[in-house]
């Protein structure tokens, strides 16, 4: 039974399309974020909402545009997409009795073309 | 500017013998760190944790230190196993936050 789960595992596409990753949690977390992981193997947060609402946003181009239908959905959207953009994507959700320990999704490896 | 910093990219380690993994911060903000481990093509997954308010932490096989004067913490995975091999990423948080900055990662290989 999958806590934090990612769709697709791999994308691939050409510049300038527009795609998107979707990610749910069932371990009933109050905050959800969004990672990209370059290719340096840096891990940089992106997004995080709680409760649906927007609490971080770093600084990411405005073509990546999450949105959190409910609290155990955090979807990311990426318009335009550049070849730049090619990363591995993490989702993750922390809460409750978890604290600040973070659950992560396997990752979405994005790769523009 | 990194503020948590892994500086060793890589570690080789017998099997049985101890794996220390080690990171340092900059940020006197930070007052909660914790260890990733991530195998390829997976998320990273939670290993310890510790709080500022302490200087150890164990759990089974895993105990990390820290050392706030120095700003530096270690991860002691004793004895090591083969399937420890994967890469460790030290994270760090700061009071009333729930974002973590993390390292680089270390890839550690326990060898048979």
């Known amino acids: 039974d999958t806590a934090v789960s990612q769709t697709p595992k791999y994308l691939v596409t050409q510049m300038g399309n527009d795609k998107s990753i979707k990610c749910e949690q069932n371990l009933g977390h109050d905050t959800m974020y969004w990672y990209k992981q370059d290719s340096k193997k840096f891990l940089k947060i992106m997004f995080s909402?709680?409760?649906?609402?927007?609490?971080i946003n770093e600084t990411v181009p405005n073509r990546f545009s999450p949105k959190s239908p409910d609290k155990a959905h955090l979807n990311l959207h990426i318009n335009s997409l550049e070849l730049g953009d090619s990363a591995v994507y993490f989702c993750?959700?922390?809460?409750?009795?978890?604290?600040?320990?973070?659950?992560f999704g396997p990752g979405t490896r994005l790769t523009v073309l | 500017d990194q503020q948590v910093k892994q500086n060793s990219p890589s570690l080789s380690v017998q099997e049985g013998r101890i794996s220390i993994l080690n990171c340092d911060y900059t940020n006197s903000m930070f007052d909660y760190f914790l260890w990733y481990k991530k195998y390829p093509a997976e998320g990273p997954t939670f290993l310890i944790s510790i709080s500022s308010i302490k200087d150890k932490n164990e759990d089974g096989r895993f105990t990390v230190f820290l050392n706030k004067s120095a700003k530096h913490l270690s991860l002691h995975i004793v004895p090591s196993q083969p399937g420890d091999s994967a890469v460790y990423f030290c994270a760090a948080s700061g009071a009333g936050s729930y974002q973590l900055t993390f390292g680089k990662g270390t890839k550690l290989s326990v060898i048979p």
């Open positions: 909402y709680n409760n649906k609402e927007l609490i």
């Open positions: 993750a959700s922390s809460g409750g009795l978890a604290g600040r320990e973070q659950f």
